[in-house]
């Protein structure tokens, strides 16, 4: 009788959602170059997008999973269903190729963190060259992507660990910073008082904007899991909520706790690399602890970077091979093997990753190449984010149309002037991106970065062209 009863499904809790959400979107270290670029003004940058910014994109990213619950390509399928299909492949394409600077900046941050576990200190960059750095960073992509198809679960398991655990980190370290300085640590931000705060509204403060939205954009992500959802309509604004929460208690009080153990007008040059975990050092010498915080950090911050690897690489090549329409995408590149993975996307993922790592090797040293491709992140993943807000205005647009479980401000007109500003200020925000952060104005290296800037931008999505001339060319066999 047990054979002939139908598999219990497995439902995703509305709390895991939000921490593989949180596993894509924010994390330690993403508090750590704001507040190199932006000083300790960055606070009032991050309370300005939490409400103005934030907040909204999540609501909108709940209203449109609801809208769209049963399509299987998640931000493409909003497009494409509010829109046309050409746009829906655009948004796929971009979003997909968007992935592979995260992927490779990710893998780096893998290599980062052993290297801390094991050396104990920042002499990375002295001990590895550039070139195999880049060889290493490939070869935990390619080990990544070979795990992904041999073990189920893994995915959930990962986020649930290093989520979770990296949560706890940013807590303790923000409640022990406190407590550090309550017991006599000297704050070293000086004047601390409420005219550091204050933005300095230069084009360097608002190239370095880009990089903020880059560190709190991906709450998409979690559309294609909505369908493994027992209560969809109660469950996935809950999760949207949490993860803002969350969010927000990471990078303002997160960011508050950095300026009481390093002077925000005098940081150290390999910052976004290192930050972490001379934080994690500073603290534990604060408390009498040496360098066990640091060295618990560096194995939570490994853990936590191949959560976010794991599924960086498995939601948004399902995003890619999800809902595309048959025009414009070749049959091979959405085939998928019999553990239900379009195997030929991880295969471009492996050759754009190759392709990021050969222009890296042109920069001088591997903290370069880590700060550059923050930058490109800054550029690239805000452009992709502009597609949600496109959508959310075309939805909003056609409300006779389009009917959901939840909606985020009822009134159309409101509505569509809070999606106008979130989709002009990323728009303009990954423009300015473009500006080189780690050079001045004028030097070789500041034309090197400006050019690595724009050819990498061109080359990831210039290739979105050839796939429907693929197809074409397909087409034209299947008729002959």
Request: glycine share 6%; proline share 4%.
């Amino acid at each position: 009788m047990n054979e002939l009863e139908p598999t219990k499904k497995h439902y995703l809790k509305w709390q895991v959602i939000a921490l593989i959400d949180f596993v894509t979107i924010i994390s330690f270290e993403n508090i750590f170059y704001p507040f190199q670029n932006q000083g300790l003004s960055v606070v009032i940058s991050w309370i300005f997008l939490l409400f103005s910014y934030v907040i909204p994109y999540e609501l909108i990213v709940s209203q449109l999973s609801l809208t769209f619950d049963n399509q299987s390509g998640g931000l493409a399928s909003w497009v494409r269903r509010s829109s046309s299909d050409r746009l829906g492949y655009w948004t796929s394409w971009m979003y997909w190729v968007q992935s592979v600077p995260y992927i490779v900046d990710v893998s780096n941050s893998v290599i980062v963190s052993f290297s801390w576990m094991f050396l104990g200190n920042n002499t990375l960059d002295k001990r590895m060259s550039t070139f195999w750095f880049g060889m290493l960073t490939f070869a935990i992509i390619l080990i990544f992507i070979l795990l992904e198809n041999v073990f189920k679960n893994s995915l959930e398991i990962l986020s649930l660990i290093g989520g979770g655990a990296m949560f706890i980190m940013s807590v303790l370290f923000v409640l022990l910073a406190g407590y550090s300085v309550m017991h006599g640590t000297h704050i070293a931000t000086q004047p601390f008082n409420w005219g550091a705060f204050m933005p300095n509204f230069s084009l360097k403060y608002f190239s370095t904007t880009g990089l903020l939205i880059f560190a709190m954009s991906g709450a998409e992500l979690a559309a294609p899991y909505i369908v493994q959802m027992r209560d969809p309509k109660h469950e996935f604004p809950k999760a949207m909520w949490l993860l803002a929460l969350m969010t927000a208690f990471l990078t303002i009080f997160g960011t508050l706790a950095l300026a009481m153990f390093f002077n925000a007008n005098h940081i150290p040059h390999d910052f976004k690399m290192n930050g972490p975990y001379y934080a994690f050092s500073l603290l534990g010498q604060s408390l009498g602890l040496g360098k066990i915080l640091m060295y618990i950090f560096a194995v939570v911050q490994a853990v936590f970077m191949m959560a976010q690897l794991a599924v960086l690489l498995d939601a948004s090549s399902r995003v890619f091979a999800g809902d595309v329409a048959d025009k414009f995408m070749p049959k091979w590149m959405t085939k998928k093997n019999k553990n239900g993975r379009p195997i030929h996307s991880y295969m471009m993922t492996s050759g754009l990753s190759l392709f990021l790592l050969l222009l890296t090797g042109t920069l001088p040293n591997i903290n370069t190449i880590y700060n550059w491709l923050l930058n490109i992140n800054g550029i690239i993943s805000p452009y992709k984010t502009a597609w949600v807000f496109f959508a959310f205005v075309a939805v909003r647009w056609q409300t006779k149309k389009f009917k959901s479980d939840y909606v985020f401000i009822n009134n159309r007109t409101g509505a569509l002037l809070v999606g106008g500003w979130c989709l002009v200020f990323t728009f303009v925000c990954a423009t300015l991106g473009f500006i080189p952060q780690e050079a001045s104005f004028g030097t070789k290296a500041f034309d090197h970065q400006l050019l690595l800037n724009i050819i990498t931008v061109i080359v990831l999505f210039g290739l979105g062209f050839v796939m429907p001339i693929m197809r074409r060319r397909e087409l034209k066999k299947e008729a002959a």
